[in-house]
C-alpha cells in the first residue's frame, strides 16, 4: 500500500469509522492499522492542502488575515503530527512512512530553511533521525 492507495479513495462517511464493533475487531491489527492510516494520510493531507493554499498566496493576498509565515507554520504542524504517528505504529520500511518522511524533508526539513548570515539567530533547531535496534520505529 501506498499513499496514492488512500489519498484517492472516494469520501469516507462518519459512520463507517464509527461502527460499533467488539472489541476484539476493534484491537485486531488490520482494523487498527486501517484506522491509523487513515489518521496519518488525513493530518499529512491537511499539510498538503495548505500548502497548496500558501502557493496561490498572490492570488488570495487580497483576502485578510492571510498570513504566509503562521500557514506555513500550521502546515509543518499537520505534517509533523502525520510524521510521529507514522513513526510511532507503522514499520520502517512503510511505503507510506517512507513517502511522509521524504515530503517532510523536502518541504519543512531544517536545512531548507535560510539562515541569514549578518542576523543573529534565536531559533533552536530540533535534528529528527532514526534510531537502530529495537526502536527502529522510532525517530
Given at each position: 500500500m501506498n499513499i496514492g492507495n488512500i489519498m484517492q479513495i472516494s469520501p469516507v462517511k462518519l459512520e463507517d469509522l464509527c461502527q460499533i464493533r467488539r472489541n476484539e475487531e476493534c484491537l485486531a491489527r488490520e482494523s487498527f492499522l486501517e484506522i491509523i492510516s487513515f489518521l496519518i494520510v488525513g493530518y499529512f493531507c491537511a499539510s498538503t492542502e495548505i500548502r497548496f493554499i500558501i502557493q496561490l498566496k498572490d492570488e488570495i493576498s487580497k483576502f485578510m488575515g492571510?498570513?504566509?509565515?503562521?500557514?506555513?507554520?500550521?502546515?509543518?504542524?499537520?505534517?509533523?503530527?502525520?510524521?510521529?504517528?507514522?513513526?510511532?505504529?507503522?514499520?520502517?520500511?512503510?511505503?507510506?512512512?517512507?513517502?511522509?518522511?521524504?515530503?517532510?524533508?523536502?518541504?519543512?526539513?531544517?536545512?531548507?530553511?535560510?539562515?541569514?548570515?549578518?542576523?543573529?539567530?534565536?531559533?533552536?533547531t530540533k535534528v529528527i533521525r532514526p534510531l537502530t535496534g529495537i526502536d527502529n520505529s522510532r525517530y
Open positions: 492571510f498570513s504566509v509565515e503562521k500557514k506555513t507554520q500550521e502546515s509543518e504542524l499537520w505534517h509533523t503530527m502525520s510524521l510521529d504517528i507514522a513513526c510511532s505504529f507503522l514499520p520502517s520500511d512503510c511505503p507510506l512512512l517512507n513517502h511522509i518522511l521524504l515530503s517532510y524533508q523536502k518541504h519543512h526539513a531544517p536545512s531548507q530553511t535560510q539562515i541569514p548570515e549578518n542576523a543573529a539567530l534565536d531559533e533552536r
